[in-house]
Antibody, heavy 119, light 112 residues
């Protein structure tokens, strides 16, 4: 079955760079049409899409955040890495990774990792 | 950017009654080459990740109870829970995946 799990720091300081890793199983990021996306959710607020990377290395980002985001993949390790620069307290929230295809976007999600930005 | 607007922000429905949530996109999410609307619905319960309910506007994800249904095309969509159960209390989100992804702001469903 498909599973995903986010890992990384749960506390970062303002201006630092956040690096999160999504480790998955049950699918391959070399399969045509498959991607892994990142979504975040501030406490008590709505979901916000950050970006996605596909099997062919195509990456797409939220227009409002694209200057701060980089998503890369290591298909041999079944991992996708999210890097977000210049973190701010408003970036506090739960960060999720999700399996996606062109048909069923977001059909499997990780449990999320809570990230707090504070000095 | 496509903006997704849900209504209402919250609703309270008696158990066994119908719940209806609307979602409007700022531009069409209907892909002409396959005649599919790239619109999904998610359910999120407290402390849990979102769960995919509906994709392509009306296709029910495997394992989702048939009391959940999606309808609409182009820019206007509806999620209907035909007979609300206690376990359906949650926040529901629409998502367009026609161009990048955009979520709606969410609709909280409670029991009256």
């Amino acid at each position: 079955q498909i599973t995903l799990k986010e890992s990384g720091p749960t506390l970062v300081k303002p201006t630092q760079t956040l690096t999160l890793t999504c480790t998955f199983s049950g699918f391959s990021l070399t399969t045509s049409g498959v991607g892994v996306g990142w979504i975040r959710q501030p406490p008590g607020e709505a979901l916000e899409w950050l970006g996605v990377i596909y099997w062919n290395d195509d990456g797409f980002y939220s227009p409002s955040l694209k200057t701060r985001l980089t998503i890369t993949k290591d298909s041999s390790k079944n991992q996708v890495v999210l890097t977000m620069t210049n973190m701010d307290p408003t970036d506090t929230g739960t960060y999720y990774c999700a399996h996606t295809t062109a048909i069923t976007s977001g059909d499997y999600w990780g449990q999320g990792i809570r990230v707090t930005v504070s000095s | 950017d496509i903006v997704m607007t849900q209504s209402p922000d919250s609703l309270a429905v008696s158990l066994g009654e119908r719940a209806t949530i609307n979602c409007k996109s700022s531009q069409s999410v209907l892909y002409s080459s396959d005649n599919k609307d790239y619109l999904a619905w998610f359910q999120q319960k407290p402390g849990q990740p979102p769960k995919l309910l509906i994709y392509w506007a009306s296709a029910r994800e495997s394992g989702v109870p048939d009391r959940f249904s999606g309808s609409g095309s182009g820019t206007d969509f509806t999620l209907t829970i035909s007979s609300l159960q206690a376990e359906d209390v949650a926040v529901y989100y629409c998502l367009q995946y026609y161009t990048l992804w955009t979520f709606g702001q969410g609709t909280k469903v409670e029991v009256k």
